[in-house]
């Protein structure tokens, strides 16, 4: 008969080899709106999220390439971009994109449904 010392030793040795040390993205979740006035966007840009690519506009954008795009957008100006994400999307490559817009104060971001 196995001792019980054994089989917690064992168990133990499993956990530890099947969980990820892997650190996934986080996105600070903030409010950015006033009590004031309300602001209308000067642009609006369309943004959607697939499980495969990024069509910004249309156009393929992958994730390392969208802070240039973003970059690229007036300053002076608020933009409002129009998130739709296709059903198969994953939360960390949700997190991915939102990490990236969260540099870039003058973004107002909305997530279709």
Known sequence: MTS????IFLLLL???????????GTVPLTSRAS???????????FLKLEKERL????????????????GDLPKDKSTTVLLH???????????????TFHAFSNL?????E
């Open 35 to 45: 009590g004031g006035a309300v602001g209308i966007a000067e642009e609006t840009r």
């Open 55 to 70: 069509l910004w506009n249309g156009q393929s954008e992958s994730v390392a390439t969208l802070e240039g795009v973003l």
């Open 14 to 24: 499993f956990f530890m080899l099947s969980s990820t040390f892997s650190k996934y």
């Open 4 to 7: 019980l010392i054994d089989v």
């Open 108 to 112: 107002q971001l909305s997530v279709l």
């Open 85 to 99: 994400l296709s059903p198969d999307v994953s939360s960390q490559r949700l997190v991915e994109v939102l990490t």
